[in-house]
């Protein structure tokens, strides 16, 4: 066991209130739809962030799994971007301030990763933990994005939850910190959204606008999602164009579909249930997807333009 320390505080350059709210988003098992890739990117790039902390890649990072970007320079390094891990202190459209744990999934010391979260926690006196994931899931684009929801925040889990499981699932590190922070009686909810599954590969923004408003249903901070909402519109847009030159994605999408329209319990949203029909594989709809995508654009290189 390694005597270096997990993280390094900033915190004589950021001074960080008491009673915020935590959210956490870390990439590296599944990020169906380029969830996490888009929340994150469209905090850092629209609202004020600072660093509070690093984590230690030595101590929580596989290299060879995920080799950092090196620049090579005509003959030599140039430089090179390592992967990173860390705490950031942010505020939202209204100047409220809370707490991003952002970056990647430990591959090492989980039980170590979780505790200094928890430490954490209770040194900066965090009022409450909210994470984010996404999986792919048998549902069509034509269905609002389905989420199932943890933790022991009931009131949101009976509200919002729309698939139930009880199963077995290949855990990430956040569910530990889930088990952890429930524990100790402290308000956690998890948000998994469900993605359609043929479209896991491409960042998806309609599923990237449902995080944030799960986020603010949780934590009532305020987030810019109109340029999220305008890519949604053109990306629908162009998604149902290509699939209406397509009678095979066309059929199978229909497939899809018909599993859910019968299932409506509600006056907004259906509940996600196992399908009456027999789905159609989803390498298989992927498949068909890309390819025809793929054609599309090789024919048509402005396309890719926007």
């Given at each position: 066991m390694s005597n270096e320390p997990l993280y390094e505080f900033?915190?004589?350059?950021?001074?960080?209130?008491?009673?915020l709210h935590l959210i956490a988003g870390l990439?590296?098992?599944?990020?169906?739809?380029?969830?996490?890739?888009?929340?994150?990117?469209?905090?850092?790039?629209?609202?004020?962030?600072?660093?509070?902390l690093t984590f230690n890649n030595d101590e929580l990072l596989d290299y060879r799994s995920r080799r950092p970007v090196m620049y090579f320079e005509k003959d030599h390094i140039e430089d090179y971007e390592p992967a990173s891990l860390g705490l950031y202190l942010v505020h939202d459209e209204a100047n409220q301030p809370f707490l991003f744990l952002h970056g990647y999934e430990p591959d090492f010391r989980w039980e170590a990763?979780?505790?200094?979260?928890?430490?954490?926690?209770?040194?900066?006196?965090?009022?409450?933990?909210t994470w984010l994931h996404a999986i792919p899931f048998p549902i069509p684009h034509t269905r609002e994005i389905g989420v199932t929801v943890?933790?022991?925040?009931?009131?949101i889990v009976n509200e919002l939850s729309e698939w139930k499981p009880q199963t077995q699932v290949p855990g990430n590190v956040l569910h530990l910190l889930e088990f952890k922070v429930a524990q100790t009686g402290m308000p956690i909810v998890g948000y998994v959204l469900l993605c359609p599954h043929y479209l896991a590969d491409n960042d998806f923004p309609q599923a990237a606008v449902t995080a944030f408003e799960l986020v603010s249903s949780s934590t009532g901070l305020v987030f810019p999602t109109d340029d999220l909402r305008d890519d949604g519109s053109?990306?629908?847009?162009?998604?149902?164009?290509?699939?209406?030159?397509?009678?095979?994605?066309?059929?199978?999408?229909?497939?899809?579909?018909?599993?859910?329209?019968?299932?409506?319990?509600?006056?907004?949203?259906?509940?996600i249930r196992k399908p009456f029909v027999k789905l159609p594989n989803a390498d298989e709809i992927a498949a068909e997807l890309e390819s025809y995508l793929?054609?599309?654009?090789r024919n048509n290189?402005?396309?890719?333009?926007g």
């Open positions: 900033e915190f004589d350059q950021v001074e960080v209130p008491s009673g990439t590296g098992f599944t990020d169906a739809g380029g969830v996490l890739n888009q929340f994150s990117e469209n905090i850092f790039a629209n609202l004020s962030t600072s660093q509070i990763f979780t505790n200094a979260i928890l430490r954490l926690i209770k040194r900066l006196q965090v009022k409450d933990v943890s933790g022991n925040r009931k009131e053109q990306f629908l847009t162009k998604l149902n164009e290509q699939i209406a030159e397509n009678p095979e994605l066309q059929k199978m999408i229909a497939t899809l579909e018909q599993g859910y329209q019968n299932e409506v319990t509600g006056p907004s949203r259906a509940p793929a054609s599309r654009q290189p402005d396309d890719s333009q």
